[in-house]
């Protein structure tokens, strides 16, 4: 049996129950192949793979809390700190009622490619926890983050391991926490990104994912001899990630036809409200149903479908497993020409096959979505110099990593052979640089 097969085999058998890490561990895996058999001796000798797929420590631990009326409650909190050859941990923390520890830990594998991709000192990590912010009053939230942070400050600093936003997690959670842990640990540093711009956050890291994601996105067509002005988009989820897309899309020319939440879809044939849908979400904390007060002529469906709306570019931009290979059928049969995912493994693995044998380029996540935590570096940057930089400076900064990674996940498809096959590419060119300072590093 290959390596490769064996240490699959072994990720399903030492992790039982964990899907969602299976199918994150085997798609880079797969698509490591030609790399790894081309050194699987040494490899195999050194266990780099099964060092590579179990995380160097991971925390899982109570998190109780009261609520409004007086009633405890009792949510399990996770960090998982996959891997730091390159850096400090770093990743964000997901706060949803579906998460567990494989979600957590196949986060923070993606995590570990993602991270050496940006070319920026950072490891891999993920955390979260099944606490569900919908629904709770700005007091429960606090609670629930005090709470969490009372013991996640244990292993957590600005060297070691530093936290961000993710699903559930925005600003104000994020400024919940930093408080927490500054009160307790006593120290005033950089060890969450997406702070607040009075206490140390960095501009453009709000809009940072989103506004990566097209970057990329541009330049992927660029280099296949396309413009993304005048292109339709369709683009899933209505949060962070969605809404900054969306923004930076319509920027570039390009129309934005959808957006989604869990219950839902919108679809505004004039184009998506920008400001709209900022003041329904951000703002308001309210559900997409509320679109149609602000656009009379847009459209409100329950359930999904997002995907079967004729666009020439999908964006999807709320959670994993999100576009199914029925999906990947109609983008396909609609004439679409490039996806791009902001979310993090949003398309299921024969969804991904499909639309690459039918010839739409292909961004991967850990690519496309990397602005987000290559713009939180920058923001530890700018903490460790006790400076802040210009919105147009960590902007420039963005836009230049997002365009580098581009070229180097389409070089690496190009060196092996898969010339156009951007998830090979991006895990190969992910790959290389944490696997050689593991290699540098020793047995560890
Ligand atoms: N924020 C960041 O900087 C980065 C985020 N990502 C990834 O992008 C994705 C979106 O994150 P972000 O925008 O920050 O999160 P938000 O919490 O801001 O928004 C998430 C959006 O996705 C929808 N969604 C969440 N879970 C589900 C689900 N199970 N089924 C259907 N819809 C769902 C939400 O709908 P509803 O409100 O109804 O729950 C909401 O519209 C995630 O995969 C995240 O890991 C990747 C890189 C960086
Ligand atoms: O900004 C960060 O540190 C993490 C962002 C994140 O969680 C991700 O890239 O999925």
């Known amino acids: 049996m290959s390596y490769v097969d064996e240490v699959i085999d072994l990720v399903v058998k030492k992790n039982p129950a964990e899907p969602e890490f299976h199918q994150a561990v085997k798609e880079v895996l797969e698509s490591l192949r030609v790399v790894i058999e081309a050194n699987e001796e040494k490899f195999r000798k050194e266990a780099l793979?099964?060092?590579l797929t179990e995380p160097e420590r991971q925390f899982k631990f109570r998190v109780p809390w009261v609520d409004d009326n007086g009633q405890v409650h009792v949510n399990t909190g996770y960090r998982v700190q996959f891997n730091s050859a390159i850096g400090p941990y770093k990743g964000g923390l997901r706060l949803h009622p579906s998460v567990n520890l494989g979600i957590i830990k196949f986060l923070g594998f993606e995590q570990i490619f993602k991270n050496s991709l940006t070319g920026?000192?950072?490891g891999g990590g993920k955390g979260g926890s099944d606490f569900d912010p919908k629904g709770k009053s700005d007091r429960e939230v606090m609670a629930f983050c005090q709470s969490f942070m009372t013991e996640l400050c244990k292993y957590i600093g600005a060297d070691t391991d530093v936290p961000a936003g993710d699903i559930g997690t925005g600003a104000r959670e994020i400024g919940y926490m930093f408080g927490q842990y500054k009160r307790i640990r006593g120290l005033y540093e950089g060890v969450l990104t997406g702070k607040g711009l009075t206490y140390g956050g960095s501009l453009v890291r709000t809009e940072a994912t989103g506004y990566g994601l097209l970057y990329l996105t541009e330049e992927m067509l660029k280099i296949n001899g396309q413009d993304i002005a005048g292109?339709?988009?369709?683009?899933s989820g209505s949060g962070n990630v969605a809404i900054y897309a969306t923004e930076k899309a319509q920027q570039l020319g390009a129309k934005v036809v959808t957006v989604s939440d869990s219950n839902g879809w919108v679809y505004d044939p004039d184009g998506i409200d920008v400001a709209a849908l900022k003041e329904i979400k951000e703002v308001n904390r309210a559900r997409l149903t509320e679109y149609k007060k602000y656009r009379p002529n847009s459209e409100y469906h329950e359930g999904r479908g997002v995907w079967s709306v004729k666009a020439d570019i999908a964006l999807p931009c709320a959670t994993q497993n999100e576009?199914?290979?029925?999906?990947?059928?109609?983008?396909?049969?609609?004439?679409c020409i490039a996806v791009a995912e902001g979310a993090n493994m949003p398309t299921t693995m024969e969804a991904t096959e499909y639309l690459q044998e039918n010839g739409v380029l292909f961004a991967p996540g850990k690519a496309a979505n990397a602005g987000g935590v290559a713009t939180s570096a920058l923001e530890m940057s700018q903490n460790s110099e006790r400076l802040s930089w210009t919105f147009e400076?960590?902007?420039?900064r963005l836009k230049n990593i997002m365009v580098n990674i581009c070229h180097n996940m389409a070089d690496a498809a190009e060196r092996y052979g898969f010339k156009g096959n951007y998830v090979v590419g991006a895990n190969i060119a992910g790959f290389e640089k944490v696997v050689n300072a593991m290699e540098a590093q020793g047995i560890v």
């Not at 292109?231 to 683009?235: F, L, Q, R, S």
């Not at 576009?323 to 004439?335: I, P, Q, R, S």
């Open 49 to 51: 793979l099964e060092r």
């Open 393 to 396: 400076e960590v902007d420039e």
């Open 231 to 235: 292109k339709t988009v369709v683009v």
């Open 120 to 122: 920026l000192p950072i």
């Open 323 to 335: 576009l199914h290979l029925e999906d990947a059928k109609a983008l396909v049969a609609n004439g």
